[in-house]
């Protein structure tokens, strides 16, 4: 019998260690290390020396198998994949507990079911009536789906070798996951590791494709799924707050596809309904003629989505004045805050500053700068902008407004919208796309958009 050989893994990373110790020099995290039993990761009888076996060498224009994506019957989750599930490939769907993982995921095997491909349903968090349940209320009961509540890999692997090749295999989730080559506790790194990668090979080999459900949590006690992020093809990151209807799914990693590609679905009391148009929604519940709300016309991934940024500026009782952000990124409002400082003659460190996007989006570009900067002028001067304008365009240190990217669709997407007005970089007039019908309002630096507020 193999020596027992005990170790200490970050839970977090997977960066093993002798001894037991506080930090994570790896990743830097705290408490995440825990012991786990690494003896067996390879079986005993591959570990012996053995003369590898030769395997043929093909060409890269060779002939592959026939229709590699598969589409699964949603158009938002489509989008977020890149056109649809590639065969052979392992996607990784990670997301806080109860945001609606297990919801989005029957829904799609039903979908691919109803048209006619095998798809299964593996849950090891839930029994068989659990599901069927959830089904049932998302009225899609009659849905020829393979369902099982099943933990262990081989027994997972030998079942679904038979038959005909499932055409999508769902996991619910990956961290109740275990395999027999290794002694590990299920939950640990060690069995998070192999089980995913022995359904990976599976993957490989058969040409399914396969979900992966991952929760996101802090706790050491169960393995994050970080460490089988670059093990799959895909990640995506299903989010939303808590108390929004709104869930955003977005592709943080995708070999086969666009990142930063959203899809955005609506909780109801029937499941996760698709929202075409997200526009309308982040801006259905318009604080009209308020100041401190300025509309920004975004780019999310391939689609110009518009949403209402909200900022108060107020006096402040503190010593240092509060800055809170809520879906944007706090250093460029820190920068956008010193902008108007240094360059415009805004004094803003006795205020307090708070942003917020509205609807639950996260916002990562840089062209949110003049929009977030029409806002918060216009809370601190209470006078509010114009209802019909939207904003758009990168601050630079210098108090400058640089010109952004795709400047016509997020025209198009205003004008569709019945904006009047766009308040825009300089350059970015006479580009190719014409002004889609909208009165624009250039401006070439920060000072000029301050003046006009105030
Ligand atoms: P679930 O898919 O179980 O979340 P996860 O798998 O990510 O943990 O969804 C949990 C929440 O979704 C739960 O709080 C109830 C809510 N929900 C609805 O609002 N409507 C529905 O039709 C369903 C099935 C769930
Ligand atoms: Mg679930």
């Known amino acids: 019998m193999a020596k027992s050989t005990l170790s200490f893994v970050c839970q977090n990373c997977g960066a093993a260690y002798n001894r037991w110790q506080g930090k994570c020099e790896a990743c830097g995290e705290w408490n995440t290390l825990a012991e786990e039993d690494t003896t067996g990761s390879v079986p005993v009888s591959i570990r012996s020396k053995r003369k590898g076996r030769t395997f043929a060498l093909e060409s890269l224009s060779g002939k592959t198998q026939d229709a590699p994506r598969l589409s699964s019957g949603m158009a938002e989750l489509d989008r977020v994949t890149g056109g649809g599930f590639v065969r052979g490939s392992v996607l990784l769907v990670g997301g806080d507990p109860g945001i609606g993982k297990s919801t989005l995921l029957t829904q799609a095997t039903s979908m691919m079911a109803r048209a006619g491909h095998r798809a299964v349903y ?175 016309a975004g780019i999310e991934g391939t689609r110009p989505v518009l949403v209402e940024l909200q900022a108060l500026v107020a006096p402040t009782s503190l010593g240092t004045p509060r800055r809170a952000v809520v879906g944007w990124d706090p250093s460029r409002l820190s920068m956008v805050l010193a902008v108007l400082e240094a360059h415009c003659g805004v004094k803003l460190s006795g205020h307090d500053v708070y942003l917020n996007v509205a609807g639950g989006l996260r916002i990562q570009e840089p062209a949110a700068d003049l929009a977030a900067a029409a806002a918060l002028v216009s809370s601190l001067v209470n006078a509010p902008l114009p209802t019909d304008a939207v904003y758009f365009g990168e601050i630079s240190l210098s108090g400058a407004v640089r010109p952004v990217a795709q400047t016509p669709a997020r025209l198009k997407e205003a004008n569709k919208l019945g904006f009047g007005r766009a308040i825009l970089p300089e350059s970015a007039r006479g580009e190719p796309g014409g002004d889609a019908g909208l009165v624009l309002n250039s401006v070439g630096n920060l000072t000029t958009l301050v003046a006009e507020i105030a």
Not at 148 to 162: C, H, P, Q, R
Not at 174 to 195: F, L, N
Not at 222 to 237: N, Q, T, Y
């Open 122 to 296: 593996i849950s090891g968090e839930e029994a068989v009536a659990q599901v069927r349940l959830r089904a049932e209320r998302l009225g899609l009961a009659d849905a020829p789906v393979q369902l099982a509540s099943e933990t262990s890999v081989e027994d997972i692997v030998s079942t679904l070798s038979e038959g005909a090749v499932p055409r999508l295999i769902v996991i619910d989730s990956i961290q109740t996951m275990w395999t027999d080559t290794v002694e590990s506790a299920p939950g640990t790194v060690t069995q998070v590791r192999a089980s995913a990668q022995a359904l990976i090979r599976f993957a490989k080999k058969t040409g399914a494709a396969i979900i992966l459900v991952g929760h996101v949590t802090k706790d050491g006690q169960i393995a994050g799924p970080r460490v089988v992020e670059h093990m799959v093809d895909a990640v995506l990151s299903f989010e939303g707050e808590g108390s929004q209807q709104f869930r955003i799914l977005r592709s943080v990693k995708n070999r086969f596809g666009a990142t930063d590609e959203i899809g955005v679905f609506e909780m109801t009391g029937l499941g996760l309904r698709e929202v075409t148009n997200p526009s309308e929604l982040f801006l259905s519940e318009r604080d009209l003629g308020s100041p401190g709300t300025a509309v920004f």
